[in-house]
């Protein structure tokens, strides 16, 4: 139950509340946003399958950089590693910190109204202060212990589910009788593109049979990054209690309810709000009309989630939406916070990390590892640039499961006799098609999001000379 909380709720963070507004914009299409999201639920629980055989294998400390090692060995593991630290993992959680911030200006704007500092494209407000206060009043919880990282873990995932299942079944109620799916769903299959153009105004567009695929295999890294860090539960393995069985339950269980809530989520939104609708200028005020009028494609800052939530309670939808999303987003902290550490713990003791990070304080946690993820992190949360690291982690995440799902088939031809106490559902055709579905979005990121993809690829390359400079030269002198 532990782990499968863990699962969830490092899962379900803010993007749920936000994704579907782009996503419906690059796809005018209720059928194929819910098909995109079905999708991405096909993949995740295609990709948790097939590392269960994995975690079954090797239930330690660290999870998929142990995979990769115990696959390809060190200098992927490395780069895993690398990369995980510099941006998968710190990246998201100063990004979730800072969304903590920003929703938290609901209540008190004076932290997303002023700026405090401004340096070049970059300013820095109270959000940003309260983002990195979060992360550290969570690393300060869970170095006394797994048990007060997973007590936390258990209250906000609960309390979020209960929320987005409240939020899902009343939405459906009230969309039977509000016509917006009869309206939504009567061209559900005419897929357009709605783009903001150079003087500011937006053109849409219909999509031909390859616009659309093009378009479906870039859009979809949204519901990817709202659907991400699943993985995390293996990098506490060896905090969980009979590992070979619990980790490929939690991460099937975890995974399959967070995709259920997802398209139900969506399906919710669909009878609450047109799909359709007009940029808003000016200052946006929550009225009947005026969410109407935005729609799900330009709800007020993409908060769809807020824009159904109105028309559901009214003036008070804003509050309970910021309540809601703060707790997602502490929870997912602090289950990224909780078991990032332990990642970086594995690495130390292979001698690829700070040494310090090797040690466990009296609680039986690697306080040191966790706080140097958790300072990185905070810094940055002041970088200003977490948006971009996203779209970076979103897709250095994709690379790194494929390198570990091929890994899977390595091993089934090295170490044909080692012990599986679970074996990959479907093998070898539900990790084949996992590859296949993620080979074909990582290359259409590629050529058609060059620059997004391009800084990712870099960092991870990066990697290499660190390794031989570094990590591999102190190897050689030992």
């Not at 995390?232 to 099937?252: C, H, Q, W, Y």
């Not at 989520?265 to 609708?277: R, S």
């Amino acid at each position: 139950m532990d782990a499968t909380f863990l699962v969830a709720g490092s899962m379900i963070g803010s993007g749920i509340f936000i994704v579907s507004s782009e996503m419906a914009r690059d796809l005018g299409s209720s059928g194929w946003l819910l098909f995109t999201w079905m999708m991405t639920g096909v993949i995740t629980l295609f990709g948790a399958l097939s590392y269960g055989e994995l975690a079954a294998m090797f239930p330690k400390a660290g999870g998929q950089f142990v995979y990769i090692r115990e696959a390809w060995g060190k200098l992927p593991s490395f780069l895993y590693g690398w990369t995980t630290f510099t941006v998968i993992q710190t990246g998201v959680i100063a990004a979730v910190g800072v969304a903590f911030g920003k929703f938290a200006g609901v209540f008190f704007p004076v932290l997303v109204d002023e700026t405090l500092f401004e340096y070049g494209a970059i300013k820095i407000n109270g959000a940003n202060f309260v983002g990195a206060g979060t992360i550290l009043i969570l690393t300060l919880l869970n170095v006394r212990g797994i048990n007060y990282g997973k007590v936390i873990q258990a209250i906000f995932t609960s309390s979020k589910l209960i929320a987005l299942a409240v939020l899902i079944v009343a939405g459906i109620v009230v969309g039977f009788y509000s016509g917006f799916f009869d309206e939504n769903f009567q061209h559900m299959w005419d897929a357009t593109s709605t783009r903001k153009q150079a003087d500011g105004s937006w053109l849409t567009t219909d999509l031909t049979s390859v616009g659309l695929m093009i378009v479906l295999s870039t859009t979809i890294i949204n519901s990817l990054f709202s659907s991400d860090a699943w993985n995390n539960v293996t990098f506490i393995a060896g905090d969980i209690r009979n590992p070979e069985k619990n980790l490929p339950r939690s991460l099937f269980l975890g995974t399959f309810i967070v995709t259920i809530l997802y398209i139900l989520a969506n399906v919710a939104y669909l009878g609450l709000l047109p799909l359709h609708g007009t940029p808003f200028e000016g200052d946006f005020v929550y009225t009947k009309e005026a969410v109407e009028s935005t729609g799900i494609q330009f709800a007020s800052s993409d908060r769809v989630g807020t824009s159904a939530a109105y028309m559901l309670f009214g003036n008070v939808a804003n509050l309970l939406m910021a309540v809601l999303i703060m707790i997602s987003t502490f929870g997912c902290n602090n289950g990224l916070i909780m078991a990032g550490s332990r990642l970086f713990y594995a690495m130390s003791k292979d001698g690829l990390f700070f040494e310090k990070a090797s040690k466990l304080n009296r609680f039986g946690v690697p306080a040191w590892a966790m706080w140097i993820q958790s300072l990185w992190a905070i810094a940055l949360c002041f970088s200003g640039s977490y948006g971009v690291l996203i779209k970076f982690a979103t897709f250095g995440s994709m690379v790194f499961y494929i390198v570990t799902i091929l890994g899977l088939f390595k091993l089934r031809r090295t170490m044909p006799d080692a012990e599986r106490p679970y074996k990959a559902f479907g093998y070898p055709v539900v990790p084949f098609l996992y590859l296949v579905f993620a080979a074909v979005i990582c290359i259409s990121l590629t050529i058609f999001t060059f620059w997004d993809t391009f800084g990712s690829i870099v960092l991870i390359l990066t990697g290499i000379p660190i390794y031989y400079l570094v990590f591999r030269k102190k190897e050689s002198v030992q």
